[in-house]
Structures are given as structure tokens and as C-alpha cells.
């Protein structure tokens, strides 16, 4: 018989965000870009290598998304109660901008693994991942 190692965490501490998003030109914007998904190349992953999740790579400061507490090197885990931690970077951007003025994350990061940890501003080289999306 097999012995069986559990080699992942199956908890994570998530923090739940609602951003309203602003009209600009008459589009919806949510003002952060993402990066990442199971279609790209998970080992450029500045923030938690061979992580193949949806981050957020940029927000526009007093946007919609800093204003609710969004933070560079934040890994979504679902967009209005969708999955997208094994989603493309294009299926995670669909539920992103559907045309509904608010918007329901689910997030982690590491400073909600370990409350003393001191955040830090992550400073991405333009360019760290292959594509970035702004929504």
C-alpha cells in the first residue's frame, strides 16, 4: 500500500474585496491590470514562482481597485463567485469586465498567511509577464 504526501496547502486565507467600478468614456473600469493563468508561463511569475494563478500586476493609483484595498501581487481565486484559479489569463478578463457595475473578488496574499509580515510595494520590471490585461 502506498504511502500518500499531501504536498499542497488546501487552506488559504482569502480576503474578500467589492470594487464599484468607474465610468470613463462610457466604459466600466476597474483600474488594475492582471497577469498570469494556466496559459502562460508560470515560471515568470515574479510573485510566487511556478504559480500559474490570475495576479494583479498593476494598479492605478485612486482607482476603483486601490480605493477597495487591491494590491499589486494579489493572487484572485474567484471573480463574482466564478473559480479562476485554473482559468487563462483571457477567461479570467471575460468575468473581469462583464458589463455589471460591481465586481466581487476573492483574494490572497501573503501577508494574510502570516498577519506580522510587514507588506511590502512590489516593484515588477515593465514587462515581467508576457501579457498584462487592464480591466
Known amino acids: 500500500m502506498a504511502d500518500y504526501v499531501n504536498t499542497f496547502e488546501s487552506e488559504v486565507l482569502c480576503e474578500c474585496i467589492e470594487i464599484v467600478k468607474d465610468v470613463q468614456d462610457g466604459n466600466l473600469i476597474l483600474g488594475f491590470a492582471i497577469g498570469g493563468g494556466i496559459d502562460q508561463d508560470a515560471s515568470r511569475n515574479p510573485f510566487v514562482p511556478n504559480d500559474s494563478g490570475i495576479f494583479v500586476t498593476r494598479v ?76
Open 60 to 135: 492605478c493609483p485612486d482607482g476603483p481597485a486601490d480605493k477597495c484595498g487591491l494590491k499589486v501581487g494579489d493572487k484572485i481565486l474567484q471573480v463574482n463567485g466564478y473559480d479562476v484559479t485554473m482559468a487563462t489569463q483571457k477567461q479570467a478578463k471575460k468575468k473581469l469586465i462583464k458589463n455589471q457595475r460591481i465586481v466581487r473578488l476573492k483574494v490572497t496574499r501573503a501577508s494574510l498567511a502570516n498577519a506580522e509580515l510587514v507588506e511590502e510595494s512590489h516593484s515588477m520590471p515593465k514587462d515581467q509577464y508576457r501579457q498584462q490585461e487592464y480591466i
